[in-house]
């Protein structure tokens, strides 16, 4: 038996009559740890095998989005030097690297998911220079650096794909993309029925020089966005020399786009989706619960654009080429497949480092749902050898302190949520359930993510004008779909400074709402209770108590709607439920909300020394 230690904890309120008065040490009930698959050897081994002794094993990796971090230059874009001035207050916040979502050259029509080089910053960010002096600094700091790679596709205006168009048809030049002839007596119909991410058909017809209609080319998000031929060699050797650009510059690893994408199934065969569950990044991510042990053959077919076979391949070199550089370099995989089990083939040990948790980030705010999706992680992860990984917000979803409290029949995941959506997120509820979700998602071991912003609570932007609305998803299903611009928001830093702070001029890329001046950060440092203290004390903590490279148990005894585990000398109680539940005897390390009194209320965490 890996545990047989006992707690002394109390019963939860909805349990018993009697009051926390009446409960002596003596007659709190003891719970054992609880026999789940967690609590068997082998898995509790399996967890300490993957704490190896690379740093991205156990990291807490932030997100900077970096249009809306910070302005230097104060043109209402962020930049590069923009971030570098406020690395200092990262590294105070105690996380352990930075992912920049793409500064690359790009006309923007993706908001830089677009590159037209992927060699140099577009002049919106600063350059190269700034690029080297941002890394010095970050490293300076003690911080790792992750650039996000976009290989998926290109921007329309990459001179490779130019040089597609200029190309006659089955030439070299277009055997790079995905050209292929319509359908129908003059092909004026698209090869297939494949719909966009983003809205609207796949394809797009080319014209050729002489005005004619020609061939039609494959886009899985924007049309400015061409889809790259990965079966071509070429291709395949462009990014290697890509990556090892920025290795030499010394980057510390990569976040990488649409991980599932770029290989798709033979004759491009007619694919429609099932009508629900479609996700930002198109897969089946379900936001129900999973099975426990769901079983990759019995899962739906991918469709024949996400998740081939042949996508590993390529992320096998990619490993190589990492492996040609010193220290422990990080590939992280966007990869929306589903379940678990299969974005765990991402992850094996001459693949990619990590993937993102996304069954993670959808489950409810149910504690079942999650107890179960813990463990599938945990599981799925380790019989790989990788680290679970956890994230709550990205810049493709509604941020969780808006999402935790959505009625029922929100729009799903990737459509956003804006001015006409029915049922309105409730701040105060949708704060407190972020600051209990954080809180336990940060003593979970394995890596986790932060998206900038959440630092200081901040919610989804939900009163954004028609007009000044960005993500082609809006453009492309004609305002069906508000889009992600919503989560994108510049972040405030200061409450009585121009554009709070994220610049000197005012100017904003996206108008930031006036109320978010309770979040600004100036007024959150150093005050007990505020977002950034809780964030800041658990990053502390979880560092202290080595949580990362931890292995969790389960604790039984509680109420369902409980979560509790325990993780090195911490054990963790969330309290999902509606009513107070007891708090057992022993010292508070950490509580996401007001804990005075003995109980733990509803959608509160807390941390407590074992
Ligand atoms: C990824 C990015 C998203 C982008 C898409 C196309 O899902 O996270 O922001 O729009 O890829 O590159």
């Known amino acids: 038996m890996v545990d047989e230690m006992t707690y002394r ?73 923009g971030i570098t001035k406020r690395l200092p207050s990262l590294a105070e916040l105690g996380i352990d690297a930075i992912w920049l979502s793409p500064f690359f050259r790009s006309p923007q029509r993706d908001a830089g998911y677009d590159v037209s080089d992927y060699c140099d910053v577009d002049p919106l960010f600063g350059n190269l220079a700034d690029f080297d002096l941002l890394l010095e600094t970050a490293h300076g700091l003690g911080l790792k650096v992750i ?3 976009v290989p998926n596709h290109t921007s329309a205006d990459h001179e490779w794909f130019q040089a597609a168009l200029a190309a006659p048809e089955g030439s070299p030049e277009r055997d790079r993309y995905m050209f292929r002839e319509g359908k129908g007596p003059n092909g004026d119909l698209p090869p297939n029925n494949w719909e966009s991410v983003f809205g609207g058909s796949m394809w797009e017809r080319t014209t050729n020089a002489d005005g004619t209609p020609g ?118 995989a966007e990869a929306w497949v589903d379940p678990l089990e299969k974005v765990a083939l991402w992850v094996r040990p001459d693949e990619m480092s990590q993937a993102f948790n996304f069954a993670y980030m959808f489950t409810d705010w149910k504690a079942p749902a999650l107890k179960r999706v813990i463990t599938e992680s945990i599981k799925a992860f380790a019989e790989v050898g990788a680290p679970a990984t956890w994230v709550l917000s990205n810049h493709d979803v509604v941020r969780h302190a808006s999402r935790l409290s959505l009625p029922k029949d929100a729009p799903p995941q990737g459509a956003g949520i804006g001015p006409k959506t ?38 989804e932007d939900m009163e954004l004008p028609d007009s000044a609305r960005q993500d082609p998803t809006w453009f492309r299903t004609n305002g069906e779909k508000y889009g992600r611009d919503g989560c994108r928001v510049p972040i405030p830093w200061e409450s009585d400074r121009p554009a709070f702070g994220f610049n000197d001029t005012g100017e904003s890329w996206l108008p930031q709402p006036d109320e978010w001046v309770q979040y600004a950060r100036d007024s959150q440092v150093g005050v007990p209770g505020s977002t950034l203290e809780l964030y800041r004390a658990a990053l502390q903590l979880r560092r202290d108590h080595g949580l990362g490279s931890g292995a969790l148990t389960w604790v039984k005894g509680y109420d369902k709607k409980v979560v509790a585990f325990r993780n090195g000398d911490v054990t963790v109680l969330a309290n999902l439920g509606k009513i107070a539940v007891e708090l057992p005897v022993g010292e508070v390390l950490l509580a996401s909300d007001d804990v005075t009194s003995g109980a733990l209320p509803r959608d509160t965490t807390v941390w407590l020394r074992s």
């Open 9 to 81: 904890v109390g019963m939860t309120l909805e349990n018993t009559a009697e009051s926390t008065a009446d409960k002596t040490a003596d007659n709190t009930p003891e719970i054992i740890v609880e026999d789940t698959e967690l609590a068997t050897e082998s898995l509790v081994a399996a967890q300490t095998a993957t704490a190896g002794s690379e740093w991205w094993r156990t990291a807490v990796i932030y997100q900077i989005y970096p249009r809306s971090f910070a302005d230097d230059d104060g043109n209402g874009i962020g930049d590069l030097a």
């Open 422 to 459: 029915p049922g309105k997120p409730d701040p105060v509820l949708g704060l407190r359930r972020a600051r209990a979700a954080t809180s336990l998602m940060l003593a979970l071991p394995g890596s986790a993510y932060l998206y900038q912003g959440e630092e200081l609570g901040l919610p």
């Open 215 to 332: 061939q039609w080319f494959l886009h899985i998000f924007d049309k400015s966005q061409p889809d790259l031929n990965w079966e071509n060699p070429w291709v395949r050797e462009q990014f290697y020399d890509i990556l090892r650009f920025w290795l030499d510059r010394g980057v510390d690893g990569f976040r990488v786009d649409v991980a599932h994408g770029m290989i798709k199934a033979d004759g491009l065969p007619d694919y429609t989706p099932p009508a629900d569950g479609a996700s930002m990044g198109g897969a089946q991510v379900s936001a129900e619960v999973t099975p426990l042990e769901p079983i990759i053959q019995d899962s739906p077919p991918d469709p024949p654009y996400w998740g081939q076979e042949g996508v590993h391949e390529i992320w096998r070199g990619w490993h190589n080429v990492l492996a040609e550089y010193p220290g422990d370099r990080v590939l992280c």
């Open 147 to 149: 650039a996000d790679m």
